[in-house]
């Protein structure tokens, strides 16, 4: 190669990841702490409706497993849907704030008050499946938890008396920073959240 040409091929090469860091600065621009968080709040409650999919795996320190699920909300109105990776056993969570019913492979039907004790005795496995229903969207919880930020204002992590959460990726979706892996840990329990793809208003039902 001439000289010349090595020359125009290290100056394209410089602007190219040139435009990449910039690309990359946009994408994970430095805010202050909690900067994100009212801007999200604000928008999830405009958009209300949306949905997930993916995995989640589980592990105690000795034993681990998987289950795919998706994962649709209209306001505070939930629907869960876990089966384990055969396909072979299947549960289906509905919940809002005061009331939860499962059905499911093994269990029949079980209510409640709340989500986690109806998943726990369905599945054997504590999943803190209110707090996710929050700390998904990038959110904290109405019960609040020990809140930490990274440099970008994004959530971190969030602590309650119960689990340790981690954000581990964000991508962006149309436009917007949203979790798409996160880790959450109690004890000697790790539940480990990825998300494949994230819909919202009429893609999500």
Excluded at 44 to 51: D, G, L
Excluded at 112 to 141: C, F, K, Q
Aim: charged share 25%; hydrophobic share 40%; aromatic share 10%.
């Amino acid at each position: 190669m001439s000289e010349r040409c090595f020359s125009e091929a290290s100056r394209f090469t410089l602007v190219f990841l040139s435009a990449v860091l910039v690309v990359a600065c946009a994408t994970r621009e430095q805010r202050p702490a909690g900067a994100w968080l009212s801007e999200r709040e604000a928008w999830f409650e405009e958009h209300a409706q949306w949905s997930i999919s993916g995995r989640v795996g589980l592990h105690d320190g000795e034993r681990g497993g998987s289950l795919g699920f998706t994962w649709q909300a209209e306001g505070d109105v939930h629907r869960i849907h876990l089966r384990t990776s055969a396909g072979g056993q299947q549960w289906r969570l509905r919940f809002s704030p005061d009331n939860a019913l499962l059905r499911g492979s093994e269990v029949g039907r079980l209510t409640g008050t709340s989500p986690d004790p109806l998943v726990e005795e369905a599945v054997g496995w504590p999943i803190p499946v209110h707090a996710l229903s929050w700390w998904i969207r990038g959110l904290v919880p109405p019960e609040g938890g020990d809140v930490h930020f990274a440099d970008d204002g994004t959530l971190a992590g969030v602590t309650d008396p119960t689990w340790t959460l981690e954000y581990k990726h964000f991508n962006r979706v149309d436009g917007r920073l949203l979790p798409t892996r996160l880790e959450a840990r109690s004890d000697r329990y790790t539940v480990r959240i990825v998300i494949a793809d994230w819909r919202f208003g009429v893609e999500a039902r």
